[in-house]
């Protein structure tokens, strides 16, 4: 499957796969059909999917058997008058129908947008009405029904309401019995065109209101990097990305790449906290091969005795999302041999800066370009940052659109061209590159400290403080003073047992600890303790709202 699409698949250095890397982009291409029917056809009880849940459920899905699910779906959703260019709102969790209702909608092309069950119907509303979406699909939870409900009399492009579980409240249809009793599927005309959009995600964005970034038809080709160059899968691989299906990194690492590849997919259905020793157990029992979450995973991870594990089917692990402390990694190394390998992108973005399997990683470090886009840090006064200059992450699109970078935001033209013009995409991220070639994070270019002349990064500063036993959770953002512009304050969860030690001694001693990890100039002045860090719904710290309360 992987030769239809990439011109050459292996590669012997990171210069090689610059010279030689080139995707194949088919008129009309579309996942559901040109991958995931193709494996139905060629090899129809190939696994795709590997599901599990924490009640000690578990379900196989084949490619064949997908595609008569999708079918079926497909057929359904078309009775309901769903079609081209509709609006359709998956809240599934991590349920199975997710696969089977996300694959329909690229049949009959209308636009998945994949959504978090922890949304309230405030923020239902708004996103009904910003995209005018014509039906929600939404799992078996009572809350989430619940505002579902609330919400509909202020949306009205809602026209259905289709309830995945048993018996479908009052007012809503049940999806089971529309898949099961839905006619044979008559595949439309023409399904779509390489530029119509395919997926709508809302981020998560930590000022204001969420912003609609859409992707088109092509966007699941530009995840063959991620899935092949960057979590290293072949045909035999079981892969697990721990990710909700209501974020873009569930389609990352559990979909498009996954199954171009050729890999199976697993799936750890859980509700309620993460806990380390159930995935434990499910890397052990179903033998997954290729783990991928983000720095916090690890760390919970890393507390458990690993030894008591059967880690040994393990052949790959990878890393995004935040900061990786270097103590993790090689914590994680030493119980399990095994290397993290991190990557950086964005909702707007398959993952443009990667640690390749032929690249060395440097913990920390978020590795070196993917060859698909071009890129450039620059600097404050408009300059291409030289090594060890920070400068925000850009993408020059003047000589070729690179592959999964996303069409704009939806009906938002002005916010459109204030981070997309003349060629230039700004992503709003700080980096800096060492003399090897590779990239570091620092931060939003709006979190940046400015503090005695210094531009100094949060996560930097984060990665410091995480490196103290006492803290769990740390936020690092910037509070006016009179005479530095700027002192850096860190926002701090400390663990359990040094709660009852939270005072000016502790202070004093994680300040002379992070003197101690990093530059003295970047410690802390400002240290607070609290219980818990305002967050976005999807877990991203809201540092704005930290910085407005020590205003």
């Given at each position: 499957m992987l030769e239809k699409f990439v011109k050459k698949t292996t590669f012997t250095s990171h210069q090689d796969f610059i010279?030689?890397?080139?995707?194949?982009?088919?008129?009309?291409?579309?996942?559901?059909?040109?991958?995931?029917?193709?494996?139905?056809?060629?090899?129809?009880?190939?696994?795709?999917?590997?599901?599990?849940?924490?009640?000690?459920?578990?379900?196989d899905l084949t490619f064949g058997e997908l595609k008569t699910l999708s079918d079926s779906t497909a057929s359904f959703f078309q009775s309901l008058g769903i079609g081209k260019g509709d609006m359709v709102m998956l809240i599934l969790k991590r349920n199975i129908e997710f696969w089977q209702a996300i694959l329909a909608l690229h049949k009959i092309g209308a636009v998945a947008i994949p959504?978090?069950?922890?949304?309230?119907?405030?923020d239902i509303v708004?996103?009904?009405?910003?995209?005018?979406?014509?039906?929600?699909?939404?799992?078996?939870?009572?809350?989430?029904?619940?505002?579902?409900?609330?919400?509909?009399?202020?949306?009205?492009s809602v026209k259905?309401?289709?309830?995945?579980?048993?018996?479908?409240?009052?007012?809503w249809i049940s999806f089971h019995q529309g898949v099961e009793n839905a006619a044979p599927f008559i595949k439309p005309d023409k399904v779509n065109s390489n530029e119509d959009i395919m997926l709508l995600y809302f981020t998560s964005g930590t000022t204001g209101q969420p912003k609609m970034v859409v992707h088109d038809f092509t966007y699941p080709l530009g995840h063959i990097t991620t899935a092949k160059y960057w979590h290293n899968l072949h045909e035999n691989s079981i892969h697990l990305t721990v990710a909700d299906t209501g974020w873009a990194k569930a389609v990352w690492g559990k979909l498009y790449g996954q199954w171009i590849v050729g890999a199976c997919v697993f799936v750890y259905d859980f509700e309620g906290r993460f806990i380390p020793d159930d995935m434990l157990r499910m890397i052990s029992t179903y033998k997954?091969?290729?783990?991928?979450?983000?720095?916090?995973?690890?760390?919970?991870?890393?507390?458990?005795?690993?030894?008591?594990?059967?880690?040994?089917?393990?052949?790959?692990?990878?890393?995004?999302?935040?900061?990786?402390?270097?103590?993790?990694?090689?914590?994680?190394?030493?119980?399990?041999?095994?290397?993290?390998?991190e990557a950086f992108g964005q909702t707007e973005t398959a993952p443009t800066i990667i640690t390749f399997p032929w690249v060395e990683p440097k913990p920390g470090s978020m590795g070196?370009?993917?060859?698909?886009?071009?890129?450039?840090?620059?600097?404050?006064?408009?300059?291409?940052?030289?090594?060890?200059?920070?400068?925000?992450?850009?993408?020059?699109?003047?000589?070729?659109?690179?592959?999964?970078l996303f069409m704009g935001y939806y009906r938002d033209e002005e916010l459109t061209g204030q981070v997309y013009a003349d060629?230039?995409?700004?992503?709003?991220?700080?980096?800096?590159?060492?003399?090897?070639?590779?990239?570091?994070?620092?931060?939003?270019?709006?979190?940046?400290?400015?503090?005695?002349?210094?531009?100094?990064?949060?996560?930097?500063?984060?990665?410091?403080?995480?490196?103290?036993?006492?803290?769990?959770?740390?936020?690092?953002?910037?509070?006016?003073?009179?005479?530095?512009?700027?002192?850096?304050?860190?926002?701090?969860?400390?663990?359990?047992?040094?709660?009852?030690?939270?005072?000016?001694?502790?202070?004093?001693?994680?300040?002379?600890?992070?003197?101690?990890?990093?530059?003295?100039?970047?410690?802390?002045?400002?240290?607070?303790?609290?219980?818990?860090?305002?967050?976005?719904?999807?877990?991203?710290?809201?540092?704005?709202?930290?910085?407005?309360?020590?205003?």
């Open positions: 010279d030689n890397y080139d995707i194949i982009v088919p008129e009309q291409f579309n996942f559901a059909y040109d991958v995931a029917d193709a494996w139905a056809e060629t090899d129809p009880q190939k696994k795709a999917l590997c599901w599990t849940n924490d009640k000690g459920f578990h379900r959504a978090t069950h922890l949304l309230t119907d405030k708004y996103r009904n009405n910003a995209a005018d979406i014509k039906a929600i699909v939404a799992t078996d939870d009572q809350n989430l029904i619940g505002h579902v409900n609330l919400a509909m009399s202020k949306s009205p259905y309401r289709i309830f995945v579980g048993e018996t479908a409240p009052e007012g997954v091969t290729s783990f991928c979450a983000p720095p916090t995973i690890f760390r919970f991870l890393i507390r458990e005795d690993l030894s008591k594990y059967d880690l040994s089917s393990l052949e790959y692990c990878t890393t995004a999302g935040e900061a990786l402390n270097p103590s993790v990694f090689e914590s994680f190394y030493e119980q399990t041999g095994i290397k993290m390998m070196v370009p993917n060859p698909l886009y071009k890129m450039d840090l620059l600097t404050w006064d408009g300059r291409s940052a030289e090594d060890g200059e920070q400068g925000e992450i850009v993408f020059y699109t003047n000589e070729k659109r690179p592959l999964s060629h230039v995409y700004h992503t709003g991220d700080m980096a800096w590159r060492d003399e090897d070639g590779y990239y570091w994070f620092v931060g939003r270019t709006d979190d940046v400290i400015k503090s005695s002349g210094y531009r100094v990064g949060p996560f930097e500063v984060e990665s410091a403080v995480m490196t103290h036993p006492a803290v769990v959770e740390c936020a690092i953002t910037g509070v006016p003073d009179e005479i530095r512009g700027q002192v850096i304050k860190a926002t701090i969860v400390l663990a359990e047992e040094y709660k009852s030690k939270a005072g000016d001694a502790l202070v004093a001693e994680i300040q002379e600890h992070v003197k101690n990890v990093t530059a003295p100039y970047k410690y802390p002045r400002v240290i607070e303790f609290v219980n818990e860090l305002p967050k976005t719904i999807s877990g991203k710290i809201r540092r704005v709202e930290i910085r407005e309360k020590s205003k």
